[in-house]
């Protein structure tokens, strides 16, 4: 079952009390250099995202496990992993750890590496389609581990009536069998993916205008060297 929050009607808790529930939600974080309206942007998705879980929480039961796609181990290394990989979760995530919530391991190094590895191989360009399917299966079997190592974290520490949080890129992620799921998908989110794209229409329209702009000055400037040549040829004194 997956319910996305806010666009359709909330569980009851007589619906998901004693069940393992996984709230689902995106990893934002806006780059430094970013303008004022987009951290501001994405500052209210985790807002709401806060806000979100929160209600599910007072039917559902406090957040105990949190999981991050992409950041392996757990504990204390996690929490400084997401500090620097997304301040506003990390910001959300401190009260609940306080009252309990723990980060559990949810990504193993060796396989994630790999994975990693095999991804940039096959996109540097080969020129061998034997060396390509070589990479594709290994990448393949890498990601089969990864997808089963993720799968079994999750349905070996999230216990019996507990909720936990869950960070990833993929809100339709198979979770293991009993477990409710919850997209945690805010209009904010929304917001954010629109903004974006408008910047990038609007960066590429410049960037198109800058184009066009540089082959003008250069037709210009080819037509008055050919203008030059001709009165040059012309046999004919012209002033310079």
């Excluded at 993916?193 to 229409?201: H, L």
Aim: aromatic residues 6%; proline residues 3%; charged residues 30%.
């Amino acid at each position: 079952m997956s319910d996305e929050i806010g666009k359709i009607q909330k569980p009851s808790s007589k619906d998901i009390i004693g069940k393992r529930k996984a709230f689902l939600c995106v990893l934002l974080q806006a780059p430094p250099e970013a303008s004022k309206e987009l951290h501001e942007l994405v500052q209210k998705y985790w807002d709401a995202v806060d806000t979100n879980i929160t209600n599910l929480e007072v039917k559902a039961g406090a957040v105990k496990r949190i999981f991050i796609e992409g950041i392996p181990g757990k504990g204390e290394d996690v929490s400084v992993s997401l500090k620097e990989a997304s301040l506003g979760a990390w910001n959300i995530l401190q009260d609940r750890i306080t009252s309990g919530a723990q980060f559990e391991e949810f990504e193993n190094l060796d396989i994630l590496q790999k994975v990693i590895d095999w991804s940039k191989c096959l996109n540097v360009g080969l020129s061998n389609r034997g060396v390509a399917e070589k990479i594709s299966e290994e990448l393949k079997t890498e990601s089969e581990s990864r997808i089963e190592f993720i799968t079994a974290s999750i349905d070996n520490n999230l216990k019996d009536g507990e909720s936990c949080i869950i960070f990833s890129g993929n809100q339709e992620i198979n979770l293991p069998e009993g477990i409710e799921k919850f997209i945690i998908s805010p209009p904010e989110l929304d917001m954010v993916a629109q903004w974006v794209k408008n910047a990038q229409a609007a960066m590429e329209a410049q960037m198109k205008e800058q184009f066009e702009a540089q082959q003008k000055a250069a037709q210009n400037v080819n037509e008055g060297e050919n203008e030059q040549q001709d009165k040059s040829d012309s046999g004919i004194w012209t002033p310079n």
